[in-house]
């Protein structure tokens, strides 16, 4: 995968994804639309912007059923 720097492209329905922040930390969010703030990623204030975005990825086994 590669990170995207276009933040409008991020998925605003609540799907996961991984944020590449500044300060070279990297995180797991979701867009969240709270009640009389503005809306913003999950664990970040609206006034922190990420730099860059990617999906979170799928479980390797996702696809393969587990034997009973």
């Known amino acids: 995968m590669n990170w995207n720097h276009d933040l ?6 609540g799907t996961h994804v991984i944020l590449a922040m500044p300060n070279k930390a990297t995180l797991r969010s979701y867009w969240c639309t ?4 503005p809306e ?3 664990m970040l204030s609206h006034k922190n912007e990420p730099v860059a975005w990617m ?3 799928d ?10």
Do not use: L
């Open 55 to 57: 999906p979170w990825p």
């Open 40 to 42: 913003h990623w999950c």
């Open 59 to 68: 479980h390797p086994f996702a696809s393969e059923q587990v034997a009973a």
């Open 34 to 37: 709270p009640k009389g703030e």
């Open 8 to 13: 409008s492209q991020a998925p605003r329905d």
